[in-house]
């Protein structure tokens, strides 16, 4: 299985259902959890993600996935279980 890693935030109600929806499947995660005044947390994953200034930011093998409704459009069209292959 690819490595996936997903940046979040306390009290984030997308990032809760993002990593609801890999336990569901399974699938082993890092979290790394950005706290609101975390400057270089969120540094380090605008830098990674191009700037996107959101969270989740989910990324499996390194490649940029996006957030929970990219996550969750995958899974409906069967296709999130073939990236984690």
Same mark, same amino acid.
């Given at each position: 299985? +690819?490595?996936?890693?997903? *940046?979040?935030?306390?009290?984030?109600? *997308?990032?809760?259902?993002?990593? &609801?929806?890999? +336990?569901?499947?399974?699938?082993?995660?890092? !979290? +790394?959890?950005?706290?609101?005044?975390?400057?270089?947390?969120? !540094? !380090? @994953?605008?830098?990674?993600?191009?700037?996107?200034?959101?969270?989740?930011?989910? *990324?499996?093998? &390194?490649?940029?996935?996006?957030? *929970?409704?990219?996550?969750?459009?995958? &899974?409906?069209?069967?296709?999130?279980? !073939? @990236?984690? +292959?």
């Amino acid at each position: 299985m +690819k490595k996936v890693v997903v *940046y979040t935030s306390p009290s984030c109600p *997308y990032c809760v259902r993002a990593k &609801d929806l890999l +336990k569901r499947k399974n699938v082993a995660f890092e !979290e +790394k959890l950005i706290g609101w005044d975390d400057e270089a947390g969120w !540094e !380090e @994953m605008r830098q990674k993600s191009n700037g996107m200034k959101t969270v989740p930011q989910i *990324y499996i093998d &390194d490649k940029l996935v996006g957030g *929970y409704t990219d996550l969750a459009a995958l &899974d409906s069209q069967g296709k999130l279980e !073939e @990236m984690l +292959k």
